[in-house]
């Protein structure tokens, strides 16, 4: 097989973009927040501090070998669930690696870092990082079924699994978008997208006092690093993709950050308005309203 | 009570059964094609008088070789049982009171008769209403009279089981002489036939039904013994 | 006439049974059955009868010729012989049990023997 | 000593019987080495910037201090502009506040968070109770003198301090960093023998490891 | 050979000589009583070979010299030599048995024996209705006096019991006799047949009254009270004649009547037989005297083969060899039973694990119950396959299904009894057996071999005895002395071999499950290496047998052999599922499921051969074209519901998780990655030839979506909250099989490649999940998993099993699993069903749940105080499951190699249909595409740097101990305190804990508790009172006069 090695650079230009917008709209979300609050909030670069900060500090622990593999698992979670998606519709080079397989791939990616997360938490041996990751996963298997069957519904109302194929056929209008076009697979995606997205109300498997910090725990200096830098690119992978079926992907990059500026808000709206749920709330939330949804969405399409 | 009336219920339930058989019942007017190949050819083919006799040793011998092993499978079995009761009690023996003297002399005088009789009834078993099983129980009823005259006297079982087992012997060796030389299993024409209302005719059928006199004789008598020695434990 | 036997004969039947099935004792229930026994062959012997005939006998009454015409089926008669000797055996052999029973147990309560069951 | 850290006899599946150590078998004894800064100057300068720009405090609350530092995170003081954030797990913190007077046997919660805390790492004294023991200068179960204890980088008086106080304390512990002054944890490694001692003087039932990593 | 009379004759002779013998000849009477019986035994084996082998015409005995009807007349043909034989070989064996009793008896007792032998022998011969009369009764008379030989005082009682019930019996006998005489004129069987329009007319209740004598012989329900007791308290040996001898023999006695009897005398007979055979079934449950359940066992089968007697009109030329198959499997177990009863010294069925003592005896004793069960390669096989044809062929389903019910209750006792046998505690009372008892044993267990053969020999299928892979697993019984290594050496060799002999013949889809039934097998038994320093009794056969089945099952063409494979691959498996420690229960659950699944399969394979023998099972697909109505639609269902068993669906699924984690670590691996892809063999065979059925209107491969779909559910919910581990993972089985069977339902060319990508995947990681969780279990002699803990140091290769394993459930790319998962959504895209997949995707994420678990409670957390110096797990444990991780990065990388062919030979099935294509490093379907290569590299790369960069980032990190962690400025005391792991996903059980509510095991518990307490309740019905037993006969006979009334 041929390989166009350009592809490498543009992969790694995306992925800068990515990170930097990534800090940045994180930054920019706690300042929301926090302007919710009547507060100030923190600067801009706050969390470049943090980074910076984290990197540059002297000593570490190691509880062993998977303790390492926990945030290596995590980022390549988040770089690899961004490669394996088109970022820029229509552009050969922004899609970047996505030629290795299609939107299963990217669903199925997703758990990768999840899994890999919970193994190195667990390897430190504090009870509650093994306390956070049974909350978090319990709440992923419920949150991820109504996107997964908006994702079917969506795959079926295309007939392809092709990410690239599902935005070609979207384009013209913004009402060919699958937002108009199947309103309830993208409300059960949305659903699930709150749920995914680590913020109130779906947020208790981070716990920071009850269980401080929930699985990362243990986790400090370099590894706490990379799992800040994920946390800077994985929900914009994970935007990505709900931009690509659902809201028309993006032709450019000014339209790449306005969606994912937008769709981020819809999380960060309902976070900062709604107190948190506890796990089985959260999963009973998510199969008695999300669920029903994304079933009709697979049904009616 | 309610077992009672449960059993009665269902016994009128099969007299019910019994009163549809008894309804349904035509008594015949003319021999069946079986009875009256009976009554037409036995005399001719087997040479017997009596043509009960002649079903019961010849035609239907294989029931009666059957019927005769009922009998010493009885005596064997109730000699089986009742000896373990004697053998586990080997106390001294009862003293009965003498027996009377008219008693006595009775049976004297009767047994020797009533074993004629029984070896009269047996014997001519091919002629006159009679047999075998008539004659054997005529002899063991005279058995029971010395027993009951002397409730002690103790007969040999050897003696008995001998004649019982040889009696079979002999029904069966002559079976299977039927076999060699005659149409089958028991058939009477070993001998011949001779004129039907002799005494020495009707083939082996007055042997074979003397022998099961002997034989019917020596099982009741044994059984009788047996169960008269019950009385010791 | 046979009706008339074959009657007694089956209500002997159903009284032996009574008693059989209602009297505890095992000598009772055993003469309950000589009772039956006795209805049966009564019965036996009643199938076989024609009215009007003779025993199965010939001689100067019966000659060969005729015999056809005038006695009874004479195979009834025959199996009833062999009927009553079986039920003398049967009868034998139950009272042995009987013995034994009362030996080993000191009753004669059918009753009494329910250690097997279920 | 809990008789959970006694040593005891422990038998295998397989019905052999061997000793644990609890003490040994289950804490790291390693002492804490010296980690001196070790890039050249401009990037521990950009280093400096962000560990002042980023001070993530230890959730400890040990006197009255605590309830002085609540405020700090609310609309009216809002911390949280200056690059102060609270963390619940001393692994991701870098500033360890002793809010108030510490009795002896809060000092040794405070030494082992301390200890798992990563370097560089500060520490705060705040109120006069931390200098010199305050109001309870004769107390029989508080300390009087924090720095025989660990290594404070800064002192901010009062009693207690208002929450102003604090985050004019904060922006002076900002320039120490940046100025590269605030070396605690080495200070405490290199002096490693000389806490210890201090530390076991007052704290009589001693039942952990030297170094809590 | 010598006449036919000889039979009564000589015996007769014989009885008469010995009461010529002195009493204290004991020696002679013995000798004379035992070459009598040999010398019949003899002669009668003759007169069978002849009528057998030579073609000899049967022949009429004429007494008297006079022809029938007017004098008695015998027949013996190859029935009456065969049964002849059957009775003096019994009585001989029994006579040799008895050797002490009758000695001590003395002459009397044995003129006994040899008089019931002649009056069997009349009844057997005699073609006369009132010679049956006197033989009857001289079996009543002898039997009575044989009673009484038992040294049990309550023998007595029991024998009472007897006559009165047989004076009442003799009373009908007569009467109809007479009546029927009366009515036809003759007194001949073969005469009163030709008369029998006559005998209807006006004798209608002579022969009810015959009729019902004679069933009244054959102890039909509930007229049998008595012949219970007789069984508990008779000597064994004669209970051993009583039940094989003497049933025979009543057994022709009703043949023989029905000869005069019309058509509605059969189905009425069948009716009685079936009550009886369920009656006696249902009583057993509640047995737990050994003799009393060999007791009710023997009444069962006598009702049986009385069912199957009643259908003679539609069994036609098989009906010898039907009957003779289940009457002669009867008398030779229940003879063999009953004599091995009499080495055991303690009267509870949990005292027969005294057999374990002597491995010969229990082989025997495990012989006799699969002849009983009719297991292959027993005669009992081959008879009901034919008997549920003729009755399935015949519409009369009803009689079928109950008879197959029946069985069912029939094996649930026969096998617990079995799992007493293997698992139970020694009793106290060693086995009393003397060499001339174990001998007879041993004759009846080489009977019951040769039976085997015969009847395969006779079967109009094949002979199993002859084939190939069954022998090989027979042939380890005999190596059992060896050495472990070296049976283990021989086995892998011979599967190896196998396999290289049936590669050429296989196609593709064949070549799959042989690979992985054969070549898959040889490696999980290199586990089998470890511990191989003991013998492993039974081991070898028991899993060769499965092996054997499962391998012959793949090549089976025609629905005979498939399902004595089937057959086979079941029994073997449950053998091996048995040996686990605790496993009595789940192995009993086991064979009962899987039995039931048979039968079911037997059923529906009886319904497809519209009255052909056997079909070839592509024929299956004609049959929806051949026949109307919804015959098909039953079929599928028949055979769907018994293979669904197999890979336990759900409701039916309640066996497995007991089974597999109770088994063996090497087992585990076996009865869980090989053994449950039989269900989905069977599955893919019948879909493959039935392809989409509907059964009023419901589609049924919708059915089984559903069900596909909920087991993925169940499974993997039930398995997110065990604690133990090797539960945790027959769980998720079920819950991977769900996905199997749901791929399959889907009815394409896509769900079947996921299905098979599953069958693959499966075998792989469940058997490194099983190998390395035992090895774990072995080392750290718990399988809870909350008592585990931080092992990865300690057992790093074991982790890594685990690691690799995890990943490829999951379905994460980027190995294998994720795969199965791409061709799951790209064959669900052009299917038609869309809620079922609801449930489906609801049970994907729920595998991590559970995933997670088993690596976190075990190799990470804490380590426990006691684990601190365990070792890596044995050797041969570890080196399959490095093997699989192997296999999993290879067919990870490459799934082409495998999969290809298959893809192409499934093409021809779904013919337009979708597919992929396999060009190039990419798999390309009509929706997306999937390169293996690409994402193992691209994730490779990253994750590369990313780790190398960490590591030297964090070169100088400090390793800490497992206590060095912040704990809220406290720390910890305990590991076990400390280790979070037991109740693992408290908050899911909050939330979805109601979906594992045990309903469905509740509802098998409580059909079993209902059956029991039903059979518990009802057998009181047996007061124990013979004049009760005498009403209850009474009953009987008048209820089936009313029954007959109304049915006439």
Redesign the interface.
Known sequence: MDFDWMKIPYSLLTLFIVVNYGMILNAFIQKIGARVGRRHGIPIWQNYADLIKNYSIRSSITHGVMFYLGPVFRLSGGVGLLLFVPTIYGSYMFSNMSFAGDLILALYFVFFGTLGMALGAAESGHPHAAIGITRGLSQVTAAELPFALAVFAVALQYQTLSVTDIVAAQQGSFLNWTLFTNPLAVTAAMLSFLGSMMRPPFDVVLAPQEIPIGPPTEYHSSYLALMQTNRAIFPIAKIVIYMNLFFGGAASWPVFFLKVFCIYMISVLVGVVFPRFRVEQSIRWFLIWAVPVGILAVVLV | MI??A???L??L???A??????L??????????????????S???LGT????TA??V??????????V??????A???????S??RRSAEGPQRQLLPTGELLTTGKNLLVPLILLLGVYVFVNGH???GGG?QGGAILASGILLMLLTDPMKRFSH?MI??V???S??VF??L??L??AL????????LLPIGT??ELFSAGVIPIIYSFIGLK?GAEFSS?LVN?SE?ED? | MAQIAMATGFILILIGLYGALTNRNLLRMIIGFTIAHSGVNLVLVAVGYLSGRTAPILDSAVPMAEAAERIIDPLPQALVLTAIVIGVGVTALMLAYAYRIYVTKGTLDIGKCRELKW | MKPELEKRIVRTPDGQEFEVDPLRDYYCEAAPTVMPAAYGKIVEDLFNWARSQSLWILGFGTGCGAIEMRPLMTPRFDAYRYGVQWRPTPRQANLFIISGYLSTKTLKRAIRSYEQMQNPKYVVGLGSCTINGGMYWDSYNTIKCLDQYLPVDLYITGCMPRPEALLQGFEDLKKLIRAGKCEGANKYSENFDWYKANQKQVIHDWDMPDYNW | MVDGISFIAVSLGAAFLLGMLRDSWRFAAYGVSLATLAFLTWNAFCWTKGFAVDGLVPIEIFTAGTPPPFAVNLRLGLTESALLLLVHITALLSAIYLRDTLMQQGRRAMSVLLVLCMALSGIILTRDLFNLFVFVELTVIASGGLILLSQDKRALGAGFKYLIVSQVMSILLLIGIFFAYQATGTINIDGMAEQSALLFKGGFLAFFLMFMAVVLELKPFPANGWALDVYESAHPAFSAIISAAVGAASLIALDKLLLIAGPDWLMLTSIIGLITFIAANLFGLAQENDRRLLGYSSVGQIGLVMLVLGQKDILGDNYLFVVGGILLAHAVAKAGLFWISGLVQGRELKDWAALRQRPLLLFAFASFIALLMGLPPFPGFYAKWELVHALAAADRLWLLGLMLFASLLEAGYLFRWFGYVIKRDLPEQPLACPWHKRTVVMLALVAAWALAYIWGELSPHSNLLHLLPLLFALAFLVLEPLPAWLKNLLAIGGMVVWFLLSYPGYDPLQLIYGGIILIGGSIIFLASFYGSAQRRLGFYPSAMLMYAGLSLLIVAEDSFNFFAAWELLTVGSYFLILRGKESEPHALSYILFSLGGAFLILAGFALAGLGAGQIPLARLADLSGQTSGELAGWVFLLLAIGFLTKTAAVGLHIWLPGAHAEAETDVSPMVSGILLKAGLFGLTMLLMTMGKQQLYGVELTHVMLWIGAISALVGNLLAVFQEDAKRLLAYSSIGQMGYAVFGLAMMNHLGWMMALMFVINHYIYKSMLFLSVGGVAKRTGTRLMYQMGGLITLMPLSFIAVLIGIIAVSGVPPLSGFGGRWIFYNAIMSDEYRLPLVIIFLAGPIAFLYLFRLIHTIFLGQLKDEHRKLKEAPFWIVLPQMIFVAFLMIFALVPGLALRHVDVYIGQFFAGGPSLNWEGLTITSQFGQWAPIPIMIIIGVIFMTLFLWLLFVNRRAQKVKQFNIVFAAERPYRPETTHFAWNFFAPYRKALGFLTQPLVTRFWETLTDLLHQLADLLRRFYTGNGQTYAVHLLLFVVAVYLLQKGMM
């Open positions: 077992r009672r449960f059993v009665l269902l016994l339930a099969l007299g059964i019994f009163l549809d058989l008894l349904g019942f035509v008594p015949a007017t003319e021999l069946n094609e079986t009875a009256r190949y009976y009554a037409e050819r005399a001719a083919d008088a009596n043509i009960t079903i019961i010849t035609y239907r011998g294989l029931d009666t070789l059957g019927e092993t009922v009998l010493f499978l009885t064997a079995i109730v000699g089986l049982v009742l373990w009761g002629l006159t209403p099983f050897g089981s001998a019982e087992s040889f079979g012997l069966v060796g079976g299977l039927g076999v005659a149409g089958g299993f028991l058939d009477n024409r039907v209302g019917v059984m169960l019950t434990s």
